[in-house]
């Protein structure tokens, strides 16, 4: 019997944001010495190596956001449009995480007009017969796509700590399935993307409504069972029910290429060593790490 592979696939962007952000309020960017902050990609790295650790994949791929915009904002104009610009600091950094994470010998995998979580989401769904997939994010949208051989794990303050949720443990949490995620979403919209559900629907009701009717379509045949706040409310804000179902839902199909096999995960290559090296950085202490390279201990600093 063939045994099943075993996919991590890491939502790239949400690593370095969350990385960044954690080191650069106290004003820990990291400097290199040709003046490059480096803070967001080596807790990005850290991340990674941790994940590795944890998990121990067959395989291993590493998907980024391509460009501003993608269909969602074809779709809706104002799609994600309350977020700020990046820091200065931090945007010679995208490049840089991408270029280390192909030093890893790990692919970078992105596409034009589509968001890492549509790559994600095609990768996931395509290899499931084969393999059992972990995705490792720190945004609650990929819980839709939990699946038989697909989990989850959700970033949680500090490194190597997670919220894991399989398809299971999602409906003893919250009552419904992943998918019925989508509608719960569409119902209560997400400020964090800029895109409205209904207004003066919340987490709590969505949820409640999605419960009992089981999908959009059923709440929608059966309005008139609701009490007269709710159905009015979602009886004046079809349009924007409707477009919220369409920007909350990750795309399975987007026409990726990606072979399992080009991710496949050997260990920590020499020319990720040496890119460390010449780029300036100092991993902290990873066992991963240090067991391929042990003569490789100036890169180390020794702490946990």
Not at 121 to 136: E, M, R
Request: net charge neutral.
């Amino acid at each position: 019997m063939t045994q099943r592979a075993k996919l991590l696939l890491v939502d790239g962007m949400a690593l370095l944001f969350r990385a960044y952000y954690a080191t650069a309020p106290s004003g820990q960017l990291m400097i290199n010495e040709k003046g490059v902050p480096t803070n967001g990609v080596q807790g990005f790295l850290r991340h990674l190596l941790l994940a590795l650790e944890s998990w121990k994949p067959t395989h291993v791929a590493v998907c980024w956001d391509m460009g501003k915009k993608t269909f969602r904002h074809d779709l809706f104009a104002g799609y994600k449009a309350n977020r700020t610009a990046p820091p200065a600091e931090m945007v010679p950094q995208f490049d840089l995480a991408r270029e280390m994470t192909g030093a890893f010998k790990i692919p970078n995998v992105g596409l034009e007009g589509f968001e890492a979580d549509d790559c994600i989401g095609t990768i996931a769904k395509s290899v499931q017969a084969d393999a059992d997939v972990s995705i490792l994010t720190g945004d609650r949208d990929l819980l839709q796509l939990l699946d038989r051989h697909i989990d989850v794990h959700l970033l949680q303050k500090g490194y190597g700590h997670y919220r894991s949720y399989s398809e299971r443990l999602f409906f003893e949490k919250f009552g419904i399935s992943p998918h019925q995620f989508v509608d719960v979403k569409a119902l209560m919209g997400d400020p964090s993307d800029g895109y409205p559900g209904v207004r003066g629907i919340g987490e709590k009701t969505a949820l409640k409504l999605i419960r009992q009717f089981g999908s959009m379509d059923a709440l929608l045949d059966h309005l008139d069972l609701l009490p007269a706040g709710q159905k009015k409310k979602i009886a004046a804000d079809l349009h924007n029910f409707h477009l919220s179902r369409k920007l909350a839902e990750i795309q399975c199909g987007a026409p990726l290429l990606f072979s399992i096999d080009e991710a496949a995960y050997h260990g920590v290559p020499k020319t990720f060593i040496e890119k460390v090296r010449i780029l300036g950085m100092r991993m902290v202490g990873h066992d991963l790490v240090r067991s391929h390279w042990e003569m490789q201990e100036d890169l180390f600093d020794g702490t946990n």
